[in-house]
């Protein structure tokens, strides 16, 4: 199944339409990278990113 990803807080997603994360349905399909969140408060990318929770992350949208 093609990855998605969100295009508000850029998480991938899988087979949904619908970000469960911040509840966007501007959803894309193509995006370049991508950062897994473990400790986002611990790590620099994630604060560079402003993200704030864990998952995965598209690092660049389109
Ligand atoms: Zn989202």
């Given at each position: ?36 969140v ?8 994630a604060?560079?990113?402003?993200l ?11």
């Open positions: 199944m093609a990855l998605k990803v969100c295009k508000n807080c850029k998480k991938i997603l899988e087979g949904t339409n619908k970000c469960p994360e911040c509840d966007s349905e501007e959803i894309g399909e193509s995006f370049k990278g991508k950062i897994s473990l400790n986002p408060e611990q790590s620099e990318v604060k560079n990113l402003k704030s929770k864990k998952g995965l992350y598209a690092l660049r949208i389109g």
